[in-house]
């Protein structure tokens, strides 16, 4: 399926989601990651497969964040955010919001999109370090721009260390270069089996 997806909102690319999804593979294998870093590579955008289900891409691609609290400035396009009826809700509208300072980012809700989706269809698979490289690599405001760190505990800010570390593979190994998926496959069907099972729950 996504051998004819474009992600639109991406204007580093024009290559297919699966080209993508390659590349950032192939750079993290060609460094010396450990096997299921290059899985993660593999699948870290699978879950804009929604778009097959009748999702919208603007509803599915993009920047992440939380909710249940006061949007960021540091979200992109958040001028959109007019017409969210979360703006009318005095109680979301504060620094935390329904949260504890400090709470940890697995008590905080994340805007809904292919990050969240394919964390919860994997996160049984797969080592942490590789659920938070798959929950958070398009939550630029909390792992680049530093926004919600009162809600961060200590143990995230150590496992969003693996999420820096994903990201450059993300943005910077795209190329007009495409990848041979013919080539590849043997090497991605035997390291998928590895951590998978023949079926999972989609």
């Known amino acids: 399926m996504l051998?004819?997806?474009?992600d639109d909102s991406d204007p580093d690319?024009?290559?297919s989601q699966i080209e993508h999804?390659?590349?950032t593979a192939e750079a993290i294998r060609r460094d010396g990651h450990p096997r299921w870093m290059i899985l993660?590579?593999?699948i870290h955008d699978l879950g804009k497969m929604l778009c097959f289900n009748g999702e919208p891409q603007w509803a599915v691609v993009g920047d992440t964040f939380p909710v249940g609290?006061?949007?960021?400035?540091?979200?992109v396009y958040r001028d959109y955010f007019g017409a969210n009826p979360d703006r009318l809700q005095p109680a979301l509208q504060t620094e935390n919001g329904i949260y504890e300072p400090g709470c940890g980012l697995r008590n905080v809700h994340m805007s809904w999109g292919h990050d969240e989706y394919m964390y919860r269809v994997t996160r049984q698979y797969l080592p942490e370090e590789a659920q938070y490289m798959i929950r958070y690599h398009s939550c630029y405001p909390i792992h680049r721009e530093g926004a919600y760190a009162?809600?961060?505990d200590n143990h995230d800010r150590e496992m969003l260390e693996w999420?820096?570390?994903f990201n450059p593979y993300d943005l910077y190994s795209k190329s007009d270069t495409r990848p041979s998926l013919e080539e590849l496959r043997p090497y991605y069907e035997e390291l998928v089996s590895e951590f998978f099972p023949a079926k999972i729950s989609w």
């Open 163 to 165: 999420t820096r570390k």
């Open 3 to 6: 051998n004819t997806m474009v």
């Open 40 to 42: 993660t590579g593999f």
């Open 13 to 15: 690319t024009s290559l």
């Open 69 to 75: 609290c006061a949007w960021s400035d540091k979200i």
């Open 21 to 23: 999804n390659l590349q």
């Open 150 to 152: 009162h809600l961060l």
